[in-house]
Structures are given as C-alpha cells and as structure tokens.
C-alpha cells in the first residue's frame, strides 16, 4: 500500500479561509472584531519566530492582534498584572503566553492567571479539567489540528484503535481525551511502555508526538493505518540541516493508509487552530453559536 499523504499546508490554508470567512461575518452583523493578545517574555529567537508568525496570521484572516514584548527580566508580578489587565479588555477575546517562559517565572503560575474563557492555548487547569470531562473547553491547538485532519480523513473515528506515543500536556494527553471524546480505543504509550512496537502495530490511528528522530518504523504499522506525525527534529544528513518527524515517513507511507509529513503536516495545522479557537472564544464571549467545523 502507498500512503495517501496527508496535507498539513492546504489543510491549514481552508481552516484559516473559514476562519477569515466567520470574522468577516462577525464584523458585517455584529461589529465584533476577534482579537489575540500575544504575550513575549524575553529574546528567545525560535519564540520570536513563532510570535512573529501567529500575529500575522491572526491579522491576516481580519482579527486584531496585540504584541506585548517583555523584557528577560520582567517580574511576576508585572505579568500578572499585564494578564490581568488583558483579562479584563474587551478587545480581547484570546491570550497566549508564549512559552517556555525564564526560569524565575512559575509557568504554572502565569498560565492559571488566564481568563479560561480566554486562554486560547488551552492549557489552563481549567480547561484540562472540561476537557477531561467531556465538557466545553478551550483545546490545545496541535491535538485540535490532529483531530480535524483525523476526522476530515475518516469521518467518524468511533471504535477505533488509537495509540498516542507520548504523555506531555501539550500534545500526548490532550490529544487522548480528544480520541476518547470521538470514541476510539485509546492507549497512551510512552518512555516506559513496553513492547511499544506491539502496541503501535495494533493500532488503527497513530499519533506519533515524541521528540525522537524517526523512532517508529514502517514494521511497526498497521497495513492501512493512518499516522499523525507531530515529531519536529531537527538532524544532520547529507551535509545538510532537515527537519525530520518521530515516524521514519518513507518505510511507514509503504504500509499505511495516510500519513502526516514533516515538514508540511501537523506543524501548520497549530497556528491555524490558534486562531480557530481565537474565533471560538469570540463566539462565546458574545454568546453567539461557536463556529462549525472548527471546535472539538
Ligand atoms: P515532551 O518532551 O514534553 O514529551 C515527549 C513524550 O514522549 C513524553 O511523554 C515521553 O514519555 C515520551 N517518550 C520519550 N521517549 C520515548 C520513547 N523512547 N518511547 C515512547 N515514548 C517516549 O514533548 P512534546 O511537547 O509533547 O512534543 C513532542 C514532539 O512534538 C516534539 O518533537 C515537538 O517539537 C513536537 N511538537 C510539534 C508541534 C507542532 O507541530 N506544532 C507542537 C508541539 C510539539
């Protein structure tokens, strides 16, 4: 079998198009403007670029985007005051905290400061909480860009067997409770697991988000299987620098059924769902419907 290859870009391209699309709408019928606040703490030069890119995108599809670039330095307490006074604007309906913040500021801390109803990354406790309990949350964007492209490929994913190698908060247990929220068999793997290839080649849908250099190999897939290759590793090959995900994407696109590739796959798909659930909070916050097709 030759994988259909999964494509993250163009994916990306329509959610951001039926974002613009929504935003539009809001403005002409009800003169709401969405609007993301991106919070920056320090130099960091891949968080830059990532800043950088989220607030373009963000006007792009006709929102409103504010930039708050602290300095290395900045206290606790200036940050809290800062959310705080982001909390209670109007104009903004989504705040982002770009992570990893320095070292002297509890993560923790700042991230459970947000509004939930604001906090667009989904990682308030709050948010964790709806979401484990099957309630209205605030999704993680790169589990909700997972699960658009899985559900757009299969429609309805009940029953499936799923393996989600990886346990992080950001991406292998949000990811889970989304499989789960969709009916799946759901098994978390991770550094522990044992007979991890057994595992994976029982698998319907795999979500490979590790943070390892191709570690799953093609033997390990379910002929027909489809694979979400959230891994972003940077390596050395033939003299040049490449991104490369946690799935070996060449022996596994010979046995599954589609596959994510890296670069081109799930890594757009984040941003776009930034500014998705941007638009999902704006929704809620003017107790208007939530946007089709672009929630979990
Ligand atoms: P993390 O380091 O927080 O978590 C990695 C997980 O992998 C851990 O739970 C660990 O138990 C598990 N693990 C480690 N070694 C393992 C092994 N040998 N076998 C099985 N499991 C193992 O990483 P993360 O933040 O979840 O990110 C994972 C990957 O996804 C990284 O490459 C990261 O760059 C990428 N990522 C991509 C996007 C995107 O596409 N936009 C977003 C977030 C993360």
Redesign the pocket.
Known sequence: MVAQVIDGKAFAAKVRAQVADKVAKLKEEHGITPGLAVVLVGEDPASQVYVRSKGKQTVEVGMNSYEHKLDAETSEQDLLALIDKLNNDPAVHGILVQLPLPKHLNEDLVINAINPAKDVDGFHISNVGLLATGQKAMVP??PL?CLMMLRDQHGSLSGMDAVV????????KPMAQLLLGDSCTVTI?????RN?PDVVRRADIVV?????PE?VPGDWIKEGATVID????RIERDGKTRLV??VDYASAAERAGAITPVPG???P??IACLLANTLTACCRANGLPEPEGLTA
């Open positions: 964007c790169t860009g190698i990886g346990r992080s908060n950001i991406v292998g793997a991770h550094s522990r697991t991890l490979a988000a590790v943070g390892r570690m959230v891994g972003i590793n995900g946690d796959g799930v890594g798909m984040t």
